[in-house]
């Protein structure tokens, strides 16, 4: 019996020691967790008192924060103000310099930077949602921030002429990137960027085409009370060639932008006059600007062409004009606008006041000349002396001033070399050998040979004062 409760005692004492080091166990087990547990609970509440502590310092002072917060306002509205005053000021090489450092920016920007920070926020971010989004825009703000301000500053500043092509390379840039814009701040959060993003591309559309517009008064405008010097090609002819010859190259935006533009009157009307009529509606927005500004054009040239006093100078004026805006056309994507017609129309328009030139200065000339043989029984010997020393004198006066009036393109000085050499120069020569078989007139009583005159002749229109100095002059 003794042995039986000796065993039975055993046995429960080895279940209550097993029983032990099970509660040990467990124990070892769960405390890690509890640990944990423990150390998140004391966290959170370390947390939320700290802000409890710091509310509570904003509730007990919110005259100040506000203070704060309406000052850090006006130093950021100030600095954009100061930023925008700064880009005006610039002298315009170097702010043209800027704008095309900034065309390349904003590519790299939005198609490398922007695009790879959307990758990065989407990957590190994009379990939390809407969150990432905003976190993406937060990031980009500071970067887009200067250079989106750069472009208001553009659009607002100043506009003239000559900075045309780099408002268009502006607006063609941003343009071209506002699909990337749009694929990257898809979401609600973006819509700020978004909506000025789009709302500089549209200023920077109307800045270019409002500048482009303008150009048609602006050469209205350009007037003068004295003559050009010379006869020669007038810079306002160049300028203006130049610029819609350069213009040309941008001519799809620019139809674009003047899509719903229209004209007052029908500058096809006015510039193909000569042609009949050409429908404004079979032409493009810009093609109707350029028909435009070319009748403007000429309508100044024929206005510049009456400040001259000698009408033989009124044509050379207008025959060299006409003649550069006619090169200037050929051979460009211009010639298909203005078309052959236009070209061979004013190239006789050039043709006609060659003859009219030579009208105007040598009619009176030659006519001592042309009455000897229409009545060479009518003059005597002494009448031969008295016309060819009168022809002498009215040829040196027209050497002396001509050899001062330019004609820059070398075929078009050769042909109207050529219309006056006709014209003079056969004449003096029927005349010389009539009277030299006649009355035996030799070269004492002339000045100048058949060949001296053709040599003089060919220095007309050089645009020097070489009639002063050639001594057979003196």
């Not at 941008?250 to 003047?258: F, H, I, M, S």
């Amino acid at each position: 019996m003794a042995d039986h409760k000796s065993l039975t005692r055993l046995i429960k004492e080895e279940e209550e020691e097993e029983e032990e080091e099970e509660e040990v166990e467990a124990h070892h087990v769960h405390a890690p967790r509890q640990i944990i547990r423990n150390c998140l609970t004391d966290a959170l509440k370390k947390t939320m008192m700290d802000l409890e502590s710091q509310l509570s310092a904003i509730v007990a002072i919110p005259q100040s924060n506000a203070q704060a917060l309406s000052e850090f306002d006006k130093q950021l509205k100030k600095a954009e103000e100061n930023f925008i005053e700064d880009v005006h000021m610039m002298e315009w090489t170097s702010l043209n310099s800027e704008m095309k450092k900034w065309n390349w920016i904003m590519k790299i920007v939005v198609r490398v930077y922007l695009a790879s920070e959307k990758r990065l926020c989407e990957k590190i971010l994009g379990e939390f949602g809407s969150f990432s989004s905003f976190c993406f825009l937060e990031t980009t703000m500071d970067t887009m921030g200067c250079p989106l301000n750069f472009g208001v500053a553009i659009a607002i500043g100043a506009r003239s002429p000559e900075k045309l092509f780099s408002f268009l390379d502006m607006y063609d840039v941003l343009a071209n990137l506002r699909t990337y814009i749009d694929a990257l701040f898809t979401e609600d959060a973006g819509c700020v960027m978004r909506n000025q993003f789009h709302e500089i591309v549209k200023s920077l559309g109307n800045l270019a085409k409002t500048t482009f517009v303008d150009f048609e008064n602006v050469i209205a405008s350009n007037t003068s009370a004295s003559p050009f010097s010379g006869g020669g090609i007038h810079p306002l002819i160049r300028y203006v060639m130049n610029f819609i010859k350069a213009v040309t190259d941008y001519r799809d935006t620019l139809n674009l932008l003047l899509k719903d533009q229209h004209m007052e009157g029908s500058a096809a009307e006015i510039e193909f006059e000569d042609q009949k009529f050409i429908s404004p509606s079979t032409l493009s927005p810009t093609s109707l600007h350029f028909l435009s500004i070319v009748g403007i054009l000429k309508s100044d040239l024929e206005s510049r062409s009456k400040l001259y006093h000698n009408e033989a100078l009124q044509h050379i004026f207008m025959l060299n004009n006409l003649h550069y805006m006619v090169q200037k056309i050929k051979n460009t994507r211009l010639e298909i606008l203005f078309g052959d017609e236009w070209i061979r129309t004013q190239k006789s328009k050039v043709q006609q006041h060659v003859k009219d030139y030579v009208r105007a200065t040598w009619s009176s000339a030659v006519s001592l000349l042309r009455d000897d043989i229409r009545v060479p029984h009518f003059l005597s010997k002494t009448s031969s002396k008295n016309r060819l020393k009168a022809f002498t004198v009215a040829f040196e006066e027209v050497y002396k001033t001509q050899t001062g009036w330019y004609v820059p393109d070398h075929e078009l000085r050769e042909d109207l070399q050529i219309s006056t050499s006709q014209n003079v120069n056969h004449a003096y020569r029927n005349f010389v050998e009539r009277v030299s078989v006649k009355y035996k007139i030799t070269d004492k009583y002339m000045k100048y040979t058949v060949d001296d005159l053709e040599e003089h002749l060919l220095d007309l229109f050089e645009g020097s004062d070489i009639g002063n100095k050639k001594k057979v002059l003196a």
